[in-house]
């Protein structure tokens, strides 16, 4: 029998036959609390479940005969290759193009944070360099001018403060994308230095 696991907040099913999750669970790589379903069964419960479950259907098939369908009676081929999973080559080409793709949004973002960033250090400069003209070009325009530099951290301040923040939403993308493209069982270390741009 085959089954597919995956961690509690894990996204990605693992394929496992009854003995190798025993030997997972013994010796701790697989927790009793992961996912676990049959193939071709929706209902999820828990691996300890699964494996309690097994073992007394072992048990009470030891006083039964086999009930096995004869020969050529069984799944069609086309069935049993619907239900098994994809070629890892093809999923990780599938997860290093949904990464690129995701890290070009994220890298956009903390662009368009950097861009408002210095449309709002260029508007106070702008202000503040037209009121410091009006302020020095004759008497008793120093009110003008000192307005003009208030007005000048007024608008740019906000500003900056709103490209710092559009920034860091790029940057946490990117943090989360780093975690998921590190833990992805699919792709390979150089994959991942791939997509991340690290080479």
């Not at 013994?26 to 691996?47: C, E, F, I, K, P």
């Not at 210095?118 to 410091?132: E, K, R």
Request: hydrophobic share 40%; proline share 5%.
């Amino acid at each position: 029998m085959v089954y597919y696991i995956k961690k509690p907040k894990g996204w990605v099913w693992d394929k496992h036959s009854l003995e190798t999750l025993e030997d997972a669970v013994a010796s701790g790589v697989v927790g009793t609390d992961w996912q676990a379903r049959r193939v071709n069964d929706s209902d999820v419960t828990t691996v300890g479940d699964l494996l309690r479950q097994e073992g007394k259907r072992a048990q009470g098939s030891e006083d039964q005969v086999s009930d096995a369908p004869p020969h050529g009676h069984g799944p069609s081929p086309q069935h049993q290759a619907a239900s098994a999973p994809a070629d890892p080559a093809s999923l990780a080409s599938k997860f290093v193009r949904r990464y690129r793709d995701a890290y070009l949004v994220a890298r956009g973002i903390t662009l368009v944070g950097s861009v408002v960033k210095g449309i709002g250090i260029s508007l106070a400069l702008v202000i503040a360099v037209v009121a410091c003209g009006i302020a020095t070009s004759g008497q008793g325009n120093w009110m003008i001018g000192f307005g003009g530099l208030l007005i000048s951290i007024v608008v740019g301040v906000p500003v900056y403060v709103l490209g710092i923040l559009v920034s860091a939403q790029g940057q946490i993308l990117k943090a989360s994308l780093d975690e998921a493209v590190n833990s992805s069982p699919f792709l390979t270390d150089s994959q991942r230095a791939q997509v991340m741009s690290l080479t």
